[in-house]
């Protein structure tokens, strides 16, 4: 399996090459050369196995044997969700006729992130040892990246992990899972700025090749392929559970990098039977200003209740991009220069096979509150607001086709903003109810590459 850039000049890369890359040296994205598929009865055949065993079917054939052989995956793949709080991993539950919620907040750090976290830490660990390189993995995060990666990543061999983040701008509980584990090799940073400053800041040290060979840069952010493919798998399970392959779905995903519902988009792709992706924005509405009018504008970030969905640099929009432009590199890479500039037009071709697959929809600050006291009046279950954003969405969508939301965080991640929605105080579960007691340990940095460089340097184990 071949890996190549979604804007055409970088190298073509194996699979382990492009999860050690992130992003590629042309600036782009990697992906899959060609897509591989499964047979209506594989499909079907993932019904009732367990959530490991899909994950195992789902990804072996993008691998090209990088992580070992079957068996040797199947172990990495054990040890990445032993951790979870749920042994179904992705457990579903229904909210409404036709509505359905896909829970992907019990491992380690309550939100979706886990699922290819976890994976991918155990997946470094695998293929570092075979080389015996050692790679410095610098993340930027609104939240729960960061809390996931450091999680994923503690303790490991070879890795240095460093975690950008908005100084004030994540929830306490998003900022104490980064700030308390205690492994030497984590580490992390509060920037004076916001998510897109910090994001910026790290595109900047993965284009500046002299640093990024010099500490073996590798990025984990939600432009790793790899963090992609872990995440289609949910997709399978779920539709699956609802009676896909003979019968179709729609998924709505609560979206900000557009890497979850990308994975969704691979999974359609594979041949599971998906009608609509469903983009639901929080008020940061970008995606869904471009998907009504086709131009891609900037008008800078409002903070909201849903911080990790507070973003208008869509880092993963890149792909759906290159695939509606027929997989023409040089275009994507204009339109990317374009963005720099505060915006592009999406041309009426690639309009147009956007809308084959995606829709779109937004919820307000005031809709997502009213959404959190609603589904638990009527659904009684809990959500956190990025959830609420989905559910508002998906309302506005739901018809004969069965549509699954994306539960992306647990509630107790975001305790102040849905107990001021509904009153009820959302309990962190018993295995992390000591998070509030430990000790924090970051470093506030400003929001300038030459500092963040040095302070890297200094801090990482060569
Ligand atoms: C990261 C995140 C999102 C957005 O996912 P993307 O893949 O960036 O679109 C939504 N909800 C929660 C809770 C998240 O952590």
Redo the contacts with the bound molecule.
């Keep these: 399996m071949r890996y190549i850039s979604t804007r055409g000049k970088a190298p073509v890369l194996s699979f382990d090459e492009a999860m050690l890359t992130g992003l590629a040296r042309d600036g782009g994205l990697y992906l899959p050369e060609t897509v591989p598929t499964m047979t209506h009865d594989e499909i079907a055949a993932l019904a009732g196995v367990s959530y490991e065993e899909a994950v195992f079917r789902v990804i072996w054939p993008f691998l090209g044997g990088a992580l070992g052989d079957e068996a040797e995956t199947r172990e990495i793949i054990a040890k990445a969700y032993a951790g979870f709080g749920h042994v179904a991993r992705a457990p579903l539950k229904q909210l409404a006729d036709n509505h359905f919620l896909l829970e992907l907040f019990h491992g380690p750090t309550l ?3 886990d699922f290819a976290m976890q994976l991918i830490g155990q997946m470094f660990q695998a293929v570092l040892k075979k080389t015996g390189q050692r790679v410095t993995i610098v993340g930027a995060t ?4 960061g809390s996931a990666a450091i999680e994923a990543f503690a303790g490991l061999d070879n890795v240095d992990v460093f975690i950008l983040f908005p100084h004030g701008r994540v929830s306490e509980v998003q900022r104490r899972q980064m700030t308390t584990p205690d492994a030497a090799n984590v580490h992390a940073l509060a920037l004076d700025g916001d998510f897109d400053d910090c994001q910026a800041k790290l595109k900047d040290m993965f284009n500046d090749f002299t640093f990024r060979d010099e500490v073996g840069l590798a990025g984990v952010n ?1 432009i790793n392929f790899a963090r992609v493919l872990a995440q289609i798998v949910y997709y399978f399970t779920s539709a699956v559970a609802l009676g896909a392959p003979h019968r179709k779905v729609s998924f709505c ?9 990308f994975a969704g988009f691979l999974a359609k792709q594979m041949g599971l039977p998906i009608e609509q992706l469903i983009i639901a924005t929080n008020q940061n509405d970008i995606l869904h200003r471009c998907m009504e009018s086709g131009a891609y504008a900037k008008q800078g970030v409002t903070p909201s209740i ?1 911080p ?2 507070d ?1 208008e640099v869509s880092s ?1 929009f890149e792909r759906a991009l290159w695939w509606a432009y027929g997989k023409d590199g040089e275009a994507v890479a204009a339109l990317m220069d374009e963005l720099q500039q505060g915006g592009f037009n999406v041309s009426a071709n690639a309009m147009g096979a956007l809308t084959q697959t995606y829709t779109s929809g937004r919820a307000s600050e005031a809709e997502t509150r009213a959404e959190i006291a609603r589904v638990l009046a009527e659904s009684n279950e809990l959500i ?1 607001p ?1 959830t609420a954003c989905g559910t508002h969405v998906a309302r506005q969508h739901l018809g004969e086709t069965p549509v699954i939301t994306l539960a ?2 647990h509630p107790a991640k975001f305790p102040a903003a849905v107990e001021e929605a509904s009153g009820v105080h959302a309990p962190l579960p018993k295995r992390m109810a000591d998070l509030y007691d430990k000790p924090e340990r970051v470093t506030r940095v400003e929001n300038d590459l030459a500092a963040l460089e040095t302070l890297i340097r200094e801090r990482r184990v060569s």
């Design positions: 939100a979706f992130k609104s939240g729960d990246t939600s995903v609560p979206t900000g990098n557009f890497g979850d519902i849903s990790s969905m973003i993963n956190c990025h992306t965080a």
